[in-house]
């Protein structure tokens, strides 16, 4: 396949991108998450972060209050993110290298979300 072919970020991550303050409890993250039906929220500070189906998972496991605990404590910093021009086999390498399954996509400011999901239906 030569590269006029391959599918980059930009034709499978979802958008509008999705947001919480790092001030919002993890409840109210899980709740947006269920709403949107995603796995991840962008958090946007600096550094920049995100919070998962697996962080709110993880305090609950821990018996944390999630209904008083602000995402700011559970969170996920200093985040890998990809260009909207990386081609998907390469994001399939970085999932696979780092061990995550979101990746925020950055031009500038965030344009969206690249998941483990979208990697696997568009490589299949």
């Given at each position: 396949?030569?590269?006029?072919?391959?599918?980059?970020?930009?034709?499978?991550?979802?958008?509008?991108?999705?947001?919480?303050?790092?001030?919002a409890t993890?409840?109210?993250?899980?709740q947006r998450?269920r709403e949107?039906?995603?796995?991840?929220?962008?958090?946007?500070?600096?550094?920049?972060?995100?919070?998962?189906?697996?962080?709110?998972?993880?305090?609950?496991?821990?018996?944390?209050?999630?209904?008083?605990?602000?995402?700011?404590?559970?969170?996920?910093?200093?985040?890998?993110?990809?260009?909207?021009?990386?081609?998907?086999?390469?994001?399939?390498?970085?999932?696979?290298?780092?061990?995550?399954?979101?990746?925020?996509?950055?031009?500038?400011?965030?344009?969206?979300?690249?998941?483990?999901?979208?990697?696997?239906?568009?490589?299949?």
């Amino acid at each position: 396949m030569s590269n006029d072919t391959k599918r980059t970020v930009s034709d499978v991550m979802s958008t509008p991108l999705e947001t919480i303050s790092k001030d919002a409890t993890v409840m109210e993250a899980a709740q947006r998450m269920r709403e949107q039906n995603i796995n991840a929220l962008v958090v946007p500070t600096t550094p920049r972060a995100i919070i998962s189906s697996t962080d709110v998972l993880e305090a609950v496991a821990e018996g944390r209050d999630v209904s008083s605990l602000s995402v700011s404590d559970v969170m996920t910093t200093d985040v890998e993110t990809v260009s909207p021009d990386l081609y998907m086999e390469e994001v399939a390498a970085m999932m696979t290298t780092y061990g995550i399954k979101h990746l925020p996509v950055v031009d500038d400011d965030y344009v969206g979300m690249v998941s483990s999901t979208d990697v696997t239906a568009h490589l299949s």
